[in-house]
T-cell receptor, first 113, second 114 residues
């Protein structure tokens, strides 16, 4: 069964600290993996998209890694800001799969002053 | 990039009534997607809407409950019919740029059924 799991479910950190969010997937075949940020009451916004051949991709203070062999990805946030408080969703795109996108449950990050 | 707007942004409806949600995109797109996000949950795809053809529904979603219209390449509507409290969710419209693979989401419509 195609699944995407994320950990932790929620995370609280202090402003300025770094954090790493995890994503494990069993989606096969694999097309690409995406990380989205979803602010409360808003639609998800894309942070990174990685294909099979990419190991790392950065977008400002956000750096995503992908290990296609172990089917794991991480999202590292550097020097966190209050505006980073949001849900972070890992999404895997499967070829030849009806839904095309398999969504993880998300990690709820709270950055405190 | 694509800019997507949705109307209404939120609504409170009575059980048994229907609500039509509108989705407008600032560029022409072939495929539009409708998602549901129940409280505290991630997104679940309801259906894929292609212009000029019937929408394709995912398992667990049927046309009688969620009729979709796609009259042109920039607009779509999703109707939530005969609503019950279990339909209380955020409903999101989405499009995909097939050249870049980027997926863009609307701001969502927060529906509460009482």
């Amino acid at each position: 069964k195609n699944q995407v799991e994320q950990s932790p479910q929620s995370l609280i950190i202090l402003e300025g600290k770094n954090c790493t969010l995890q994503c494990n997937y069993t989606v096969s075949p694999f097309s690409n993996l995406r990380w989205y940020k979803q602010d409360t009451g808003r639609g998800p916004v894309s942070l990174t998209i990685m294909t099979f051949s990419e190991n790392t991709k950065s977008n400002g203070r956000y750096t995503a890694t992908l290990d296609a062999d172990t089917k794991q990805s991480s999202l590292h946030i550097t020097a966190s800001q209050l505006s980073d408080s949001a849900s972070y969703i890992c999404v895997v795109s499967a070829k030849n799969y009806g839904q095309n996108f398999v969504f993880g449950p998300g990690t709820r990050l709270s950055v405190l002053p | 990039s694509a800019v997507i707007s949705q109307k209404p942004s939120r609504d409170i409806c009575q059980r048994g009534t229907s609500l039509t949600i509108q989705c407008q995109v600032d560029s022409q797109v072939t495929m539009m997607f409708w998602y549901r996000q129940q409280p505290g949950q991630s997104l679940t795809l309801i259906a894929t809407a292609n212009q000029g053809s019937e929408a394709t529904y995912e398992s667990g979603f049927v046309i009688d409950k969620f009729p979709i219209s796609r009259p042109n390449l920039t607009f779509s509507t999703l109707t939530v019919s005969n609503m019950s409290p279990e339909d209380s969710s955020i409903y999101l419209c989405s499009v995909e740029d097939f050249l870049t693979g980027e997926q863009y989401f609307g701001p969502g419509t927060r529906l509460t059924v009482t």
